[in-house]
């Protein structure tokens, strides 16, 4: 996990899928940002914060009395992060840190956000307590996360040209199948919403940026059966106009 994290390229080639083709042009983290009730004066915790694109996508309403932390067991990616934000006009504090283990006093902050990142984090019950103890009682963990049928169709043609590889491993871990029933045992109050949105894409070459970027797929397949496969998505995209990826992200908010 910490090669797939030791800078943003990864990440960055999968989020530039989803910034061309998504259906939903709202934009997943504008929604997200929606759902935030912290007060104008907050502390408020990013874990997992990768390059930043929450708070670069929310940069016009994010209020001033915000103090944010961003946390991310990456330095080569919390670095990226930082140089994302710096044409904001505000600060950020940032730390390399693993979910597991925060390195927090008790009840500092007003919000955490943990972003399509605990289904990495091998113990996460562990990690689930630690958002708990960092967050003041009556305080709340915004986490987007989403389901295991996600690119479902993406997942399919993977699997018929490269045998027993998959890009859609994660959220079997926590995902919004099981991520309600992981919080309700850490916290008080768990709440879900879904975010309506599919991939209809027009190029392959994106696509196969996408599927190289995941690190189920380190050392799986020949450049044959990769090539076999982008020539599938060519030929399907030249029949058809476009082919339609079916999408399943959401969030779930926790009270402590
Ligand atoms: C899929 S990216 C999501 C990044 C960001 N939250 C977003 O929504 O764009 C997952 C992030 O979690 C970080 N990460 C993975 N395991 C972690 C852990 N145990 N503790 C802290 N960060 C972790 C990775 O370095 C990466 O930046």
Redesign the pocket.
Known sequence: ??E??KD?CN?SA??RLHRRFSVNKYGI?RWIFDHYSMPQSARVL?????????WKSNADRIPAGWRIVL????PG??RE?LIELRGLDRRFDALA????SQPFADRVFDAA?????LY???DIPR?LREIRRVLRPGTRLFA?TMSTGNMRELDEIVRRFIPRATIGAAPARFGLDNGFELLADAFANVTLERYPDALVVTEAAPVMDYIESMSTMAGRGSAEAKLAMRQYLEGEIAARGSITISKDNGLLVATV
């Open positions: 996990m910490r797939q994290y943003g990440l999968r989020m983290f990013e874990i997992g914060s990768g390059t930043g694109q929450l946390a991310d067991f990456s990616i919390l992060g840190a693993d979910a597991q956000v943990a972003n399509f990142m990495h984090v091998p990690a987007a």
